[in-house]
Nanobody, 115 residues
Framework: QVKLVESGGGLMQPGGSLRLSCAAS????????IAWYRRAPGTQRKFVAF???????GYGDSVKGRFTVSRDNAKNTAYLEMDNLKPEDTSEYLC?????????WGRGTLVTVSS
């Protein structure tokens, strides 16, 4: 059974930092690309960042320069380091592992940025 479990969310003041984790099981993690998405209340899911199996990364315009995606294949875990957080970053953050037609999602972790 494939599981992706996000963690690390919480309440943070504007300008602060958080690191989200996405722990995978049931897949050969190193063979999957990983993406992060976010979904604010009442809105559609939006792309945040990706990291490929070879370590290539990409970011959405709204987080470029502030967020960093990484992965540790030995730990079957991907990370999203979020710096200089803004109130508009408040969302549920979801992890996605994808490879061809294989596509798996976690349930998300909530990030709230507020003073």
């Amino acid at each position: 059974q494939v599981k992706l479990v996000e963690s690390g969310g919480g309440l943070m003041q504007p300008g602060g930092s958080l690191r989200l984790s996405c722990a995978a099981s049931g897949i050969i993690f190193s063979g999957f690309n990983i993406a992060w998405y976010r979904r604010a209340p009442g809105t559609q899911r939006k792309f945040v960042a990706f990291i490929t199996t070879s370590g290539e990364t990409g970011y959405g315009d709204s987080v470029k320069g502030r967020f960093t995606v990484s992965r540790d294949n030995a730990k079957n875990t991907a990370y999203l380091e979020m710096d200089n957080l803004k109130p508009e970053d408040t969302s549920e953050y979801l992890c996605n592992a994808y490879r061809g037609i294989d596509d798996y999602w976690g349930r998300g972790t909530l990030v709230t940025v507020s003073s």
